[in-house]
């Protein structure tokens, strides 16, 4: 069973930066996609940005020029580098990972970016 551990959420000031890592129990290169999705209180899962096995990334255009995806083979982890970080931002956020058969899920990390 593939396990997705993310870390690195916190409370952090509007305009702040904050990494998320997801830990992945299984190689990375198995999945054919990874992503991040993140939910809002009272609001449905939402798509933040994805990267397939060759390296193309797709980001909501609610982040693009301020999140950014990336891979560390060496350890198995999916990254995302978040800056200028706005209230809006405040939600859990998933790692995702899309394998041949099955679709895997970490349990979430809370963001909550305020003043």
């Known amino acids: 069973q593939v396990q997705l551990v993310e870390s690195g959420g916190g409370l952090v000031q509007p305009g702040g930066s904050l990494r998320l890592s997801c830990a992945s129990s299984?190689?990375?290169?198995?999945?054919?996609?990874m992503g991040w999705y993140r939910q809002a209180p009272g609001r449905e899962r939402e798509l933040v940005t994805t990267?397939?096995?060759?390296?193309?990334?797709n980001y909501a255009d609610s982040v693009k020029g301020r999140f950014t995806i990336s891979r560390d083979t060496a350890t198995n982890t999916l990254n995302l580098r978040m800056d200028s970080l706005k209230p809006e931002d405040t939600a859990v956020y998933y790692c995702y990972a899309k394998a041949a058969l099955a679709d895997y899920w970490g349990l979430g990390t809370q963001v909550t970016v305020s003043s």
């Open positions: 990267i397939t096995r060759g390296g193309s990334t």
């Open positions: 299984a190689n990375i290169f198995s999945f054919n996609v």
